[in-house]
């Protein structure tokens, strides 16, 4: 599979590089390296307080957001897989102490709920380069850009996201896509989340990169 850099102009309809914030960068990638794993598999934690009380995080909610409740977390480990595709009514924003690699899509690119994965196309974000992923762009776990490494990326995303499950009745067919607050997800027939329950809205292949990186 080809990895794109974040760099080429293909990115833009995906996500653009936030310029500037060096300081603040720093600051998290110190506290990432610090504070969190690099497990085996891939781990998620929406909400890391060594990230959430940083000065970095203050300033990246009152101008990144514009003031609005911002939770900073992360996504960590060992990765090659695409397994699912998630979005959300905001946009993400990621920053790695590692390199990463993102595969993503579009959501004008579901037809039917579905999702061949032939339309994903993978992206190479450099450690340092802070990047935002818009709501109207698939994504999911990082994939580590490396083969004898893993990757750490913080993942800020609107206060609750990702955390529990609200109380409802679906009334159509993307309310069954919901499995977590402000989370909804296309899973592969042949990932872990398909097998618990999940919406299976991704055809083709379960992309994996792990031929593609060195």
């Known amino acids: 599979m080809k990895i794109i850099s974040v760099t080429d102009p293909e990115f833009t309809n995906y996500g653009r590089i936030i310029e500037g914030y060096e300081e603040e960068k720093k600051q998290i990638m110190e506290a990432l390296g610090a504070n969190t794993p690099i497990p085996e598999g ?110 750490q990326v913080l993942v800020g995303l609107p206060q609750g996201t990702n955390v529990g499950k609200p109380e409802y009745t679906a009334v159509n067919q993307e309310d069954k896509l919901l499995r977590a607050t402000n989370k909804w997800l296309l899973a592969h027939a042949d990932s872990k989340e398909a097998k618990d329950g999940a919406w299976i809205g991704i055809t083709g292949e379960n992309i994996d990169i792990a031929g593609d990186i060195q």
């Open 42 to 151: 891939t781990e998620y934690v929406a909400e890391e307080k060594a990230l959430q009380e940083l000065e970095a995080s203050v300033k990246m909610t009152n101008t990144l957001f514009g003031g609005s409740p911002m939770q900073y977390g992360w996504c960590n480990g060992h990765n090659t897989k695409l397994n699912c595709l998630e979005y959300h009514r905001s946009s993400e924003i990621n920053l790695g102490a590692t390199d990463f690699i993102l595969l993503l899509a579009k959501r004008e690119e579901i037809s039917d709920y579905k999702l061949d994965s032939n339309k994903v196309k993978a992206f190479l974000v450099p450690k340092g380069v802070m990047v935002e992923v818009y709501a109207t762009t698939l994504h999911y776990a990082p994939c580590q850009a490396h083969k004898d490494s893993g990757f």
